[in-house]
């Protein structure tokens, strides 16, 4: 076993997950991520916490969605009571094909989360943090050789974050104190509200309220959204290619959107209820350990030079306590390139152009 | 895909676990199982019941036991709470070593087995089947071909199991009305009490309180065992070989045990609690589809001409309402060939002699 999925395991179970002696644990594996599974059991057992495997399987859900009749139960109790007993979920991605759901309708998809909103909510009521296993697919779709694309993952992942975390706080800072964000580049021009939220420095721990890893952003939840953003980066939402999207708000709402590939996998989303159009997030990329785009979320959104917006839901951690967000049953991350012709300002000050922070050389207020 | 996987799958959904729309199911799936998760997954998408699936590991398994120290937490909440919350649950077995437990101490197996009783009685509590798709690794252990196993796996389960079950009812009537049962052979003569108990006719279908796929022989749960047994059938425990078994019983219990090979793996079965001791299941196989050992518990003991004996734990469908039967964390079960020099005898009368039962042709009183 390469020495760097013990590595990548250590890291998600401490680090990431915090994960302790009697700490009830889902560990969810997918198809081809079998290896870094066992590695992570082992980590579990020194640990003295109890595990529960499950399966990810895209092709075992593309199966079972399309056989369905889209009348879908609500909150399954065995899988209710799954989440609700479990302190820790940790999910390993890996599949053997990227596009295994690109033939189920999105408002299957779209009917299945929906129904299963309490179970979602019990996950995130968890240390939960979402990673991937580097697998043939995942090389594939970031048109890399397997070799090739293992070293890139494990640059992102096996990262000093507590480095990272320490100059991230920049960032968390100027957004905490700031009321509106702007962004503005070639085709986008859109005002935001934050004033109130707290943003989270994704530091790839449950610390830090952060729940992936790799991680590398500082987000927030916005609010009132008003103007056009595009979106250059290649996506794949549900196993559809989504290119070259463009978004109109108004009032805080999604009022028209196309793309240039995939719009009805983008209308699905924007369909499923009414806060899937309006913004759940807003994220900003500080990550240069991820050095090219992957056509993988997961890592993309956090790539420095970069900027996300989600529609759907908000992460409870950007919000004043007691109080909730835009809610959804989608979350879907949506980014732009900002290293060219680009700026991000936070009550009309910039703090970011063309890719470079106020606090680092080279910057040009 | 095969087209006998789909009817694997369809037999194991209906048939078996009598799955309807509505119900709650965990499917447990083999790392290579996937292809029959996937036609299950069907299945049940189809019928409308909601699926959960896990990942059965034994290489999971062997990391997280061997790396923890066997103080193991009394049956996890998170892992309580999937199968109190289950109605069925589908074991796809299919693995890629059926060695890949081979080097975990069977005490830490029987500790973790221990801790988990009340997760295996929330289990045993759904309409629970266990079936193993054909892999490579199956294949191997029988000492076939693959294609040749596949055959012969489908043969012995995609079968005429109301025929079956129908000509098993003879025996169960036997067994049912009888009070002792004698196994005599060369280097065996065990008498077993039956009295007060209830055959299963195991038909492989829960409609039956039968709960393997294949199955096909009728079982009941002995007590006051007493004498000498020889088991002559090959066969896996816990990942290790074990041949040629001797038990001897006094009172009930073993009172002395030794086998050809593993018998260290024997010896860690019996000493899990005192019920590892005693006779768990005496079972009678009458599935004449399955034509040789295949080194596979679940197709050996269904075997005609065979029977088995399980120390450990009793099954519920044979005790009378209310009445618990032998308690064990174990269930481990051991084949004799009866196919020559061999007698089975119901209250002094022989109802199979050298494999040919009572009530077919070329039967020898």
Redesign the interface.
């Known amino acids: 076993m390469d020495e760097r999925v013990r590595e990548h395991a250590a890291v998600l179970v401490d680090w990431s997950a915090q994960v302790e002696a ?1 700490d ?4 969810s ?1 997918g ?1 081809d991520a ?1 290896d870094l ?3 992570v ?6 640990r ?1 916490a ?8 895209a ?3 593309r ?7 889209g ?3 609500e909150d ?12 820790v979920v940790l999910s390993i991605g890996g599949g053997r094909n990227t596009a295994a759901m690109a033939d189920v309708p999105g408002e299957l998809q779209g009917a299945h989360r929906k129904a299963h909103s309490g179970v979602r909510e019990a996950r995130y009521d968890t240390r939960w943090v979402s990673t991937r296993h580097p697998t043939r697919s995942l090389a594939q779709q970031a048109g890399m050789a397997y070799e090739e694309y293992r070293d890139f993952a494990y640059d992102a992942i096996l990262r000093d974050w507590e480095s990272l975390a320490a100059e991230m706080a920049n960032m968390k800072d100027i957004l905490d104190a700031g009321s509106t964000v702007r962004l503005v580049k070639p085709g986008t021009d859109l005002t935001m509200s934050i004033e109130g939220r707290t943003a989270v420095n994704s530091a790839a721990s449950v610390r830090y309220d952060s729940h992936n890893l790799p991680s590398g952003e500082v987000f927030t939840a916005p609010y009132d959204t008003e103007g056009v953003v595009t979106f250059d980066v290649p996506m794949t939402i549900n196993g559809a290619a989504v290119r070259d999207v463009r978004l109109e708000f108004d009032g805080g709402e999604v009022v028209d959107f196309e793309a240039g590939e995939g719009e009805d996998a983008l209308g699905a989303i924007l369909e499923t209820d009414p806060g899937a159009r309006r913004l759940g997030e807003l994220g900003i990329g500080m990550n240069r350990g991820i050095d090219r785009f992957t056509d993988n979320i997961l890592f993309d959104e956090k790539m420095g030079d970069t900027v996300h917006l989600a529609v759907g839901r908000a992460y409870d951690a950007c919000l004043p306590e007691g109080e909730s967000g835009n809610e959804s049953a989608v979350h879907t991350d949506m980014i732009t390139d900002v290293s060219e012709d680009a700026r991000l300002e936070v009550d009309g000050e910039v703090v970011q152009r063309n890719g470079t922070f106020r606090w680092e050389t080279g910057f040009e207020g």
Do not use: M
């Open positions: 009697g009830d644990v889902v560990v594996v198809p079998h599974a066992v590695a059991a082992r980590e579990l057992g020194e003295g109890n595990l529960l495997a499950t399966y990810s399987s092709e075992l859900t199966a079972y969605l399309t056989a369905h009749d009348d879908f139960d399954p109790a065995h899988e209710l009571g799954l989440y609700e007993g479990a302190d």
